[in-house]
């Protein structure tokens, strides 16, 4: 009984010792340990007001090892990459989702920190990682220091890098449909860098890291659409055999589904935005992709068929029915560029049956000057041949293209309303603006 | 009397134990600890008048030299003996000084200092995902007088900084860095066969390596080489080590550029000695074979230079029977591998079948006299090497395991090659060169 009472006294000494409380302000000045605040130089100020202030982001630039994986050797990046950077960021991220999604749509789903790297990260196993994203709230850029904003595959692997990652942060607020992770689910596998892209493709998977597992997969699919553009996708997929193709198709089909439902985002609206937004910072340009063993070396018309310009529809409609009234059906021309600054001039006609084909060549001297302006001025004496004798008996009709051909300075450039998308495929439309008039230009499919 | 003793323990530990203003840890407060040593060395950097010289040796080997200097708004200029514009134009980057576990000097956006960390090696070369295995942020490991010593937080790099003088940093402005270090890399593409005489009659052979930034010292005493090395970092006047270079317990910490005699100089013990050049090789190649070379590879040629009429006729037979032999194989380039520890040769021809390629291995193991002769003991040869023993005898069976040889220099009088040759003791008109690698 007494060791009882002698326990319970010792104990509340204690407890009277425990609860004796001080008050007191915790006042550890941290900042004198971390002195997180250098001066501000013009980069925090843009940063502060293109990031910070409109969607509270903060981007850090400045070297801070514990932001990434301790274990690797990386550089910071170097200042005046970081603005370039971040412009395009912007422009090819931020502005196109706050377009679909709506003004608000970025300051509550965008992540709320960048970091920004200036080499690549190192991966045991040969591969280098160009961004990272965790948690919903940091995406890590890596390889700024190569970062180039007129350089097309630059904004490209950029824009496929953020849409991939914001893809991700996406799925950990709404996770995506589970039936995307059957449609190819036997084909994922961890060493999927070592199988090539056609294996990837030709089981259904868009890219080979789509292979690594369905979380990727999906962010791929996402990525992979907006930066090829509808176009290209669709050729690309329209490409494969039946089974991956429909395996496609079907991730396409959720893709979209999950932007609507989810997010309220008509996926594709999203995506011509982005091709939009980088053809207006790094375009395709015509005048140089055009010529001999460049992007594009022929230029194909069918004036009857396509839409033309008012002033150039009448020239061929009178060369057409010069053409008529002596037995031949006018079908199409084409531009055909060759060695030593020549193209071929080949008008396609038939006989009045429409059963035999004819071809009338002739061949042009051309000059592209820095403005993009080109002239065609007549080879003479002309090659002979079959198709350039044809040219010599066709002639006489054809007076009104040929003149209007020969007679005029063209402009190179994209039609008037090409897609954005299609600028740099196969079967884009360009145009030759007649310098003095552009209202009245010639138009057909590059190749 | 037993409980009065407690309670008044009690009673007296609870007044004691309310007692306020106890330190518990004497002295000022860590994060007050840590701001003084911080602003100690925040004064100390952008408190010297005409900056720093630095010196990093990263801990992948190699040295480099820096200016910098630090002004208080986190700013810092620098010039590095890195490459041709990193000598002549001063760049800015930002700087930080922070406790990171220790306070600590960070360079923290790109500058000269980042491209020897960078891991991609299109950079700046080095291994793919580490660089030179440089670093980028510091700690404080000592304040002293008119030096400041840190070593990396992530590869222990070292890092000395100096306070530079006026007419030093005016010569840093002058692109003097640059003037000097082309001064010395013509010297020594031009010399190739440096030594020194270290106060008796044996010529120390002294390397400069440009690339690697290492310079090394051999000697033969007793028919065995010696060696001591050190990465260096061009300043000013010269070079300085890393760590002295030793011979014969005379160290070398530095070595000067006299640009009117146009030669290196060093000083030792006070007395000034002055590197030498010579047009032929320090060392006989016998004795840095498999040390500083490690293979002779003879070309795929059907002449060149230091080829016997002898050898040619003979590596042409070879090759006129591998290609008739069943397998049709074409004799490309001879590889002579020596390895010292197990006195073995390993001759490794490569034979093309069509585009593919094959290694055949004949394996020999040597007895080497004092003075440099050769006997190589053939093994009888496996796998790919078996199937052409009989095509390849004439070089081989007949002559390189037969003949004793001697190793000498050849120098290319064309191409201003030094190449290794190949001399048959018992055939002098049996002789064949290679490069040295």
Same mark, same amino acid.
Not at chain 1, 104 to 123: A, D, I, R, T, Y
Not at chain 2, 240 to 248: A, D, F, I, R
Not at chain 2, 338 to 357: A, H, P
């Given at each position: ?75 910071? /990046? ?228 396509? /839409? ?140 | ?437």
């Amino acid at each position: 009984m007494k060791k009882i009472f002698y326990r319970s006294i010792l104990m509340l000494a204690i407890v009277a010792m425990a609860s004796c409380k001080k008050e007191g302000t915790l006042n550890a000045n941290l900042d004198a340990i971390d002195r997180n605040n250098p001066a501000n130089i013009a980069v925090d100020t843009w940063l502060n007001d293109n990031y910070v202030v409109p969607y509270n982001i903060e981007v850090k630039y400045r070297w801070d090892a514990f932001e990434l994986d301790l274990s690797k050797d990386m550089t910071p /990046p170097k200042e005046e990459m970081v603005i370039p950077a971040m412009e395009t960021v912007r422009d090819i991220w931020i502005k196109p989702y706050e377009k679909v999604g709506g003004a608000n749509f970025m300051k509550v789903n965008s992540p709320k920190q960048f970091v920004l790297v200036g080499s690549p990260q190192f991966n045991g196993d040969g591969t280098i990682t160009l961004g990272t994203a965790d948690g919903g709230r940091k995406i890590v850029l890596y390889v700024i220091n190569n970062f180039s904003k007129t350089n097309r595959s630059g904004i490209k692997g950029m824009a496929n890098l953020m849409y991939h990652e914001f893809t991700h942060i996406l799925n950990q607020k709404l996770a995506f449909q589970t039936q995307f992770a059957l449609i190819t689910k036997a084909d994922y596998t961890a060493n999927w860098n070592i199988p090539s892209l056609e294996e990837a493709r030709s089981l259904g998977f868009i890219t080979q890291y789509s292979r690594s597992n369905p979380i990727e997969d999906f962010a791929e699919m996402v990525c992979n659409m907006i930066v090829m553009g509808r176009p290209l996708f669709d050729a690309t997929v329209d490409a494969l055999p039946d089974d991956p193709r429909t395996k496609l198709r079907k991730k396409e089909q959720l893709v979209v589904e999950y932007f609507k439902t989810a997010w309220n985002i008509d996926f594709y609206e999203l995506q011509s935005t982005v091709q939009d937004a980088i053809d207006q910072l790094a375009p395709v340009i015509l005048k140089n992709s055009i010529g001999p063993n460049n992007l594009y070396s022929t230029f194909t018309a069918k004036p009857s068929e396509e /839409p033309q310009s008012a002033d150039f529809l009448a020239k061929w409609n009178t060369a057409k029915a010069s053409m008529d009234a002596v037995g031949f059906k006018l079908k199409e021309y084409s531009f055909t560029y060759l060695a030593n600054n020549i193209v071929t001039l080949r008008y396609t006609f038939t006989n009045s049956a429409g059963t035999t084909t004819y071809y009338g060549d002739a061949d042009y001297k051309y000059t592209i000057d820095n403005a993009g302006v080109t002239k065609f001025t007549l080879v003479n004496p002309q090659t002979s041949g079959t198709t350039y004798g044809n040219m010599g008996v066709i002639k006489p009709f054809m007076t009104a293209v040929d003149s209007y051909i020969q007679g005029n300075d063209f402009k190179i450039d994209w039609a008037p309303g090409i897609d954005n998308s299609t600028k740099g495929l196969p079967g884009a439309r360009g145009a030759f603006y007649k310098v003095t008039d552009p209202s009245s230009y010639l138009t057909g499919a590059l190749n | 009397m037993k409980k009065y003793l407690i309670y008044s323990f009690i009673t007296i530990a609870l007044f004691a134990s309310c007692k306020k203003g106890v330190d518990p840890a004497a002295g000022e407060r860590p994060e007050e600890r840590t701001a003084t040593a911080l602003k100690t060395y925040d004064d100390a950097l952008t408190g010297a008048p005409y900056g720093w010289k630095a010196f990093l040796y990263p801990s992948g080997g190699s040295g480099f030299s820096f200016y910098m200097t630090f002004n208080t708004s986190n700013r810092v200029s620098m010039y590095a003996d890195i490459n041709s514009t990193s000598t002549q134009t001063s760049s800015e980057s930002s700087y930080r000084l922070k406790a990171v576990l220790a306070p600590s000097l960070l360079f923290d956006t790109y500058n000269y200092m980042h491209i020897l960390a960078d891991p991609a090696p299109e950079v700046n070369g080095g291994t793919a995902g580490w660089g030179l295995y440089s670093d980028f942020e510091f700690t404080f490991d000592k304040l002293s007088g008119d030096s400041i010593l840190l070593h990396g937080n992530m590869l222990k790099s070292q890092l000395i900084l100096v306070k530079a003088t006026s007419a030093e940093a005016d010569a840093y402005k002058a692109k003097q860095l640059n003037i000097l270090v082309n001064s010395i890399v013509d010297y020594t593409a031009a010399n190739k066969n440096l030594y020194l005489q270290l106060g008796d009659d044996i010529k120390v052979q002294t390397t400069l390596n440009i690339t690697s930034k290492v310079l090394s010292l051999n000697w033969v005493k007793d028919n065995t080489v010696s060696q001591s090395t050190s990465a260096f970092a061009f300043t000013l006047t010269g070079v300085v080590l890393k760590q002295p270079v030793v011979y014969e317990g005379k160290k070398i910490t530095e070595l000067t550029w006299d640009a009117a005699a146009k030669n290196l100089y060093t000083t030792v013990g006070g007395e000034k000695v002055v590197i030498q050049a010579s047009p032929t090789p320090i060392l006989p190649l016998h004795l840095l074979i498999g040390v500083s070379y490690n293979n002779i590879i003879v070309p795929n040629a059907t002449n060149y230079a230091g080829w016997s009429v002898d050898f040619v006729t003979r590596r042409a037979t070879a090759a006129l029977a591998t290609q008739k032999g069943p397998y049709g194989l074409r004799l490309d380039r001879m590889q002579f591998i020596f390895n010292v520890l197990e006195s073995s040769l390993t001759v490794t021809v490569d034979i093309y079948q069509g585009n593919n390629k094959f290694l055949a291995d004949f394996p020999y193991a040597y007895i080497k006299t004092g003075d440099g002769v050769y006997k190589f003991n053939a093994i009888p040869p496996t796998g790919n090497a078996g199937l052409i023993v009989n095509e390849m005898a004439p070089l081989t069976t007949q002559r390189i395991g037969a003949d004793h040889f001697i190793l000498d220099y050849f120098f290319d009088a064309n191409t201003g090659q030094t190449l290794g040759q190949f001399k048959s003791v018992e055939h002098p008109d049996f002789a064949f060169t290679g490069s040295l690698n």
